[in-house]
């Protein structure tokens, strides 16, 4: 038995590693008291400075950011975060991305029943000591990267509303991927597998090997979108082999295929496609 529904949306994975919950509320508080708490307007750390705050939230950051951010926070999956404040974001707009996350990036609002305001601030202490990284200069021709991008990379990846949905939405990956990071992906060298953009093949008992990424699986049945961007189910019962791979479907380019002069211009216009300061809002 085979089953075609719309494709639907990936689940976004939080900057925090927590997800917005629908928790009973304790202690006979009402929940829209408590998130309206949370959301009370604070515009300076009350925390800066203090070695207890700082030195907790060091322990908090590497708990719960520094899968994304990196050990150090110069960047892993997710960007660059040292240096912050130098770069003109006051204490009151990071305190809201943590809390209300990023649209379009993997980093979702932080649940304010499971971390606390204290929370956000202690890490946001810990960053303030934190020393940018030395920056490199902005290299490579955005505008051929473009070019580049629509020619190699659009089938599989949408940017503001063109594409495919084969591969995630990129439209915002600037704000989300550090320069390395997105360099590792295009050349294949990254090990870092996106929650519902696993490799998949699966063979039913008739012999057709159907290849895409894997949505979701249970003890029954697996779903994938196919290549050609279809969502499949299907039921184990019906299959022979369901064949895992460590990695996504997107090709690795080689320097052969893709020199480094025209890699640089793809990553310089790939760091273009950011989140609006509107959008943080």
């Known amino acids: 038995m085979r089953w075609s529904v719309p494709v639907l949306g990936a689940v976004m994975v939080g900057f925090t590693g927590v997800f917005l919950a629908a928790t009973p509320d304790r202690g006979g508080v009402a929940l829209q008291d408590r998130t309206a708490r949370t959301e009370a307007r604070v515009t300076k750390n009350p925390l800066q400075g203090n070695q207890d705050a700082i030195r907790e939230g060091g322990t908090k950051f590497r708990s719960r950011c520094a899968g994304c951010h990196g050990p150090d926070a110069r960047g892993y999956i997710g960007p660059d975060i040292t240096g912050l404040s130098a770069s003109g974001y006051t204490d009151e707009r990071l305190f809201g991305i943590v809390r209300r996350g990023v649209p379009g990036t993997e980093m979702t609002p932080a649940d304010p029943l499971r971390v606390s305001d204290r929370d956000i601030w202690q890490v946001l202490a810990y960053l303030d000591t934190l020393k940018a990284a030395p920056s490199t200069p902005a290299s490579g021709d955005a505008q051929n990267g473009e070019r580049i991008f629509r020619a ?8 503001n509303g063109r594409g495919g949905q084969l ?4 439209s915002r990956v ?9 360099l590792n992906k295009v050349r294949g060298t990254s090990d870092n597998v996106r929650p519902g953009y696993e490799a998949v093949t699966v063979v039913t008992r008739d012999g057709q090997r159907i290849r895409g990424v894997k949505k979701n699986e249970d003890e029954f049945s697996i779903q994938i979108v196919d290549m050609r961007e279809r969502l499949q ?8 082999e369901i064949l895992t791979e460590p990695r996504t479907v997107m090709p690795a380019y080689s320097a052969e295929q893709l020199n480094d002069r025209a890699l640089d211009d793809l990553l310089q216009y790939l760091t273009t496609l950011r989140v609006t300061d509107a959008e943080r809002r």
């Open 174 to 182: 600037g704000s989300g991927r550090s320069r390395p990071v997105l």
């Open 167 to 170: 591969g995630p939405d990129l």
């Open 152 to 159: 190699n990379c659009s089938s599989c990846h949408m940017v």
């Open 233 to 240: 189910g299907y039921l184990k019962a019906n299959l022979t």
